[in-house]
């Protein structure tokens, strides 16, 4: 059975890595299709209606949690709904957006007395975002064939490459390591930074221009 959030199906896949189990297979690739997600810092899979609170520490930007922003429904500061005209969304892919006129206002703690001045941004409640996000994938298509998939081919790719390298466990050299714990060897991709990571790196940097850094 297909997930909402797997970013490939297994016609994609060469044969060699067809051959095992339905069911099995059909795990791996959602299990993939996460580890590419959270390699990228959101979630991929097309989401209509998401509604989030953001903590905002004032002045021309505010920064949604998600990202890959398709369109912003509404935004509602303090209880108050805000006018289309007053914000933009100016990077879809990193989920930011900019006030125009009206600066966003700060959330979060307040120093004590006349003169108040801000402490610690926070999510208070206060800024609400509705937008719609992410990508038609291939896993939403099985699932309702009216949908039309749009996920990037970088991405799908990408998918591809973690889940031949999770079934063929045959790492390319200098982009895995591995450790012995007791009698058990095991083996992992090393990130760039010397840390594990699930993807090869050949999946990395095809996801490159889809990362989200702050």
């Given at each position: 059975?297909?997930?909402?959030?797997?970013?490939?199906?297994?016609?994609?896949?060469?044969?060699?890595?067809?051959?095992?189990?339905?069911?099995?297979?059909?795990?791996?690739?959602?299990?993939?299709?996460?580890?590419?997600?959270?390699?990228?810092?959101?979630?991929?899979?097309?989401?209509?209606?998401?509604?989030?609170?953001?903590?905002?520490?004032?002045?021309?930007y505010l920064w949604l949690?998600?990202?890959?922003?398709?369109?912003?429904?509404?935004?509602?500061v303090r209880g108050v709904?805000?006018?289309?005209?007053?914000?933009?969304?100016?990077?879809p892919g990193q989920g930011?957006?900019?006030?125009?006129?009206?600066?966003?206002?700060?959330?979060?703690?307040?120093?004590?007395?006349?003169?108040?001045?801000?402490?610690?941004?926070?999510?208070?409640?206060?800024?609400?975002?509705?937008?719609?996000?992410?990508?038609?994938?291939?896993?939403?298509?099985?699932?309702?064939?009216?949908?039309?998939?749009?996920?990037?081919?970088?991405?799908?790719?990408?998918?591809?490459?973690?889940?031949?390298?999770?079934?063929?466990?045959?790492?390319?050299?200098?982009?895995?390591?591995?450790?012995?714990?007791?009698?058990?060897?095991?083996?992992?991709?090393?990130?760039?930074?010397?840390?594990?990571?699930?993807?090869?790196?050949?999946?990395?940097?095809?996801?490159?221009?889809?990362?989200?850094?702050?």
């Amino acid at each position: 059975m297909a997930s909402p959030v797997d970013l490939l199906v297994p016609e994609q896949l060469p044969a060699s890595a067809r051959r095992m189990e339905a069911a099995r297979l059909g795990l791996i690739i959602t299990a993939a299709s996460e580890a590419v997600a959270t390699y990228c810092g959101y979630p991929l899979h097309r989401r209509l209606g998401v509604v989030e609170t953001v903590a905002c520490n004032g002045g021309t930007y505010l920064w949604l949690r998600g990202a890959a922003v398709r369109q912003v429904t509404r935004v509602e500061v303090r209880g108050v709904e805000r006018a289309a005209g007053t914000y933009a969304l100016e990077s879809p892919g990193q989920g930011r957006l900019v006030a125009r006129g009206v600066p966003w206002p700060f959330t979060g703690t307040w120093s004590q007395g006349v003169s108040s001045t801000p402490l610690e941004c926070s999510d208070t409640g206060e800024v609400l975002v509705e937008y719609d996000a992410g990508w038609v994938t291939p896993g939403q298509h099985v699932l309702d064939g009216a949908l039309v998939v749009d996920l990037p081919a970088s991405i799908q790719l990408a998918a591809v490459e973690v889940v031949v390298a999770t079934v063929s466990r045959d790492g390319k050299p200098g982009d895995t390591a591995s450790e012995s714990i007791g009698d058990t060897s095991m083996s992992y991709f090393a990130g760039e930074d010397g840390g594990r990571t699930a993807l090869p790196s050949t999946a990395r940097q095809l996801l490159a221009a889809y990362r989200r850094r702050r």
